[in-house]
């Protein structure tokens, strides 16, 4: 199914997201890139009228049940969450002490040959595979799929273990991001 098949039409509906990585090459395996992306959601709940219902960031995309509030459009976050992180993360590929440094700056660059809209980098795919969640039922099957990644992944046991996941909320402990738990 193309990209084409996808698209926000109500900007602030709830909406399940996919963001992947460039050819899916695994950056957030180090906790240094994961941090970049919990600061960009946080900072887009506190400053852009995001609101996330569930997240799970694996090593190689996130998964999103989130909504822009009235006032906000989901498609500038969501262009705004991509941007930042893209930046952040090759700052923080230059800065840090990175075994990979040369072959993932290799791969992001190779990539962005091939859009006209990359000046140097692409990190993130173009789609966010917006899925609309109109009922609570496919709320409550979205947010369960995004908790079971590690566990499907074999990472945890159970959900709640994850850090980085909305998982330890809905489980009574405080998480890394600045979620609205949905009843």
């Not at 039409?9 to 950056?27: H, K, R, S």
């Not at 600061?39 to 506190?46: A, T």
């Not at 230059?94 to 859009?115: C, H, I, T």
């Not at 995004?146 to 850090?163: K, S």
Request: aromatic share 14%; net charge negative.
């Amino acid at each position: 199914m193309s990209s084409e098949n996808y698209s926000i039409e109500d900007q602030n509906a709830i909406y399940f997201l996919t963001f992947t990585i460039t050819d899916w090459v695994d950056i957030f395996t180090r906790s240094c890139y994961k941090i970049v992306v919990v600061d960009s959601l946080n900072y887009c709940i506190d400053h852009k009228g995001l609101t996330v219902y569930a997240w799970c960031l694996m090593s190689n995309h996130i998964h999103l049940v989130a909504r822009a509030n009235e006032g906000f459009q989901l498609s500038d976050i969501i262009r705004d969450i991509k941007k930042f992180t893209a930046k952040r993360i090759i700052e923080t590929i230059n800065e840090v002490p990175e075994s990979r440094k040369d072959w993932l700056l290799y791969r992001f660059s190779f990539a962005g040959k091939f859009d006209h809209r990359i000046k140097e980098y692409k990190i993130w795919q173009d789609t966010s595979h917006p899925i609309l969640l109109d009922s609570n039922y496919l709320i409550d099957q979205k947010i369960n799929y995004t908790h079971q990644n590690p566990v499907r992944a074999m990472i945890v046991e159970n959900p709640e273990d994850y850090i980085f996941s909305s998982a330890r909320d809905y489980a009574g402990m405080k998480g890394l991001v600045k979620v609205e738990i949905a009843r």
